[in-house]
């Protein structure tokens, strides 16, 4: 059966699983920015990892929140919820909830931050491909001679 600390304890769980994924974001941010590729692919394999564990998570804080809701005759929000319970019991549920919303922020900006460097990254490919093109075309091979490199 659903508790008020049980849910808590997900909550709890469910910040610390997004505040890693921040973690991992901001560590491909910067193997990008050092152009350390064959560290983004082991990246990519743990924010895969953790992102599935935080899927479960969801899963079971929605089904947690839910039969708790059920119990309480309210709608299954943490704010619901809390309105319906007393003292320690909703002042510890509040602050779990505000710790998921700050790592929810955290990570929502630590994605934007590296959505816009992987878009520089592909202008900068783009360009660099273009510029090839037309160097390329500048200086027709001739049989026996390459100037590419």
């Known amino acids: 059966m659903a508790s008020p600390a049980a849910l808590g304890a997900v909550l709890a769980r469910q910040a610390e699983a997004l505040r890693a994924l921040a973690d991992v974001t901001v560590q ?17 394999r743990e924010l895969q990892k953790i992102g599935f564990s935080a899927e479960a998570l969801e899963n079971q804080r929605g089904k947690m929140a839910g039969e708790l809701a059920a119990q ?12 319906r319970l007393r003292g320690e019991e909703s002042v510890s549920l509040k602050e779990r ?41 500048m200086y027709p091979s001739r049989p026996g001679v390459d100037f590419r490199g």
């Open 28 to 44: 491909q941010r910067e193997a990008l920015r050092n152009g350390r590729l064959e560290l983004l692919q082991d990246l990519f």
């Open 72 to 83: 309480l005759g309210c709608e299954p929000k943490v704010s619901a919820i809390c309105e």
């Open 97 to 137: 909830a505000a710790e998921l919303e700050m790592a929810v922020r955290k990570l929502q900006s630590e994605m934007q931050i590296l959505a816009g460097l992987v878009d520089e990254n592909q202008r900068l490919g783009g360009m660099m491909i273009a510029e090839w093109r037309r160097l390329q075309g």
